[in-house]
């Protein structure tokens, strides 16, 4: 029986969030069914029309090998050789929410597949025949996915989520929260290993509340 929930801010298209990856399907094994995952899509760069530009492309390509060094997680920097790419992160939020919709369990299998798919395989999240393919590689109807994605519903639930972040007073990505008994405490704010959220939690779990 689950016992608390996790809370993970993020945002797919967020590089330290791909490298924090194996960290939090590492915490979500450790704890098991002591407790669920709740995914609140945070809003990294969302409602961007313009073409990124070659500052932009230098800085994104600093941050990727920073986050590659740290995380070990691999990158393709492919995509930065486009310049027709528009940075914008709402239809890979708006992705897993939709996934979501369909399967409460989808929400983070479909964020961690975004993730790989953008960062190792260069694909491009923003296009939604590569979101829906996406989804039907992580055992979701593409024509059920595709119907919802597009949606004035799964909008209007894809802005809550970043509204919900605003209020919680979340600063940066990735962020872990763990809830329980009438208590919040911090797991994780930015990038953390395993280890150190694995030992919160279970201090969390013995009585005692890092303060978020």
Known sequence: MYGARLIYVGDPMCSWCYGFGPQLTALRDALGKRATVQVILGGLRPYTENTWDDGLRRYLREAW?????????????GLLEREDFVYDTEPACRAVVTAHAMNEEAALPMFLAI?????????????????????????????????????????????????????????????????GNGQVGLLAHGYSRAEAMIETAEKFFGGENPAP
Request: glycine share 8%; aromatic share 10%.
């Open 65 to 77: 090998e920073n986050v590659a060094r740290a995380s070990g997680q691999p990158f393709n920097f």
């Open 115 to 179: 993730q790989d798919a953008f960062y190792r395989d260069n694909r491009d999240p923003v296009q939604p025949e590569v979101l829906s393919s996406i989804a039907r590689e992580s055992g979701l109807m593409e024509g059920d996915f595709l119907s919802r994605f597009g949606s004035e519903e799964m909008q209007t639930t894809t802005r809550a989520h970043f509204e919900a972040s605003r209020r919680m007073g979340i600063q940066g990505f990735p962020t872990v929260l763990i809830e």
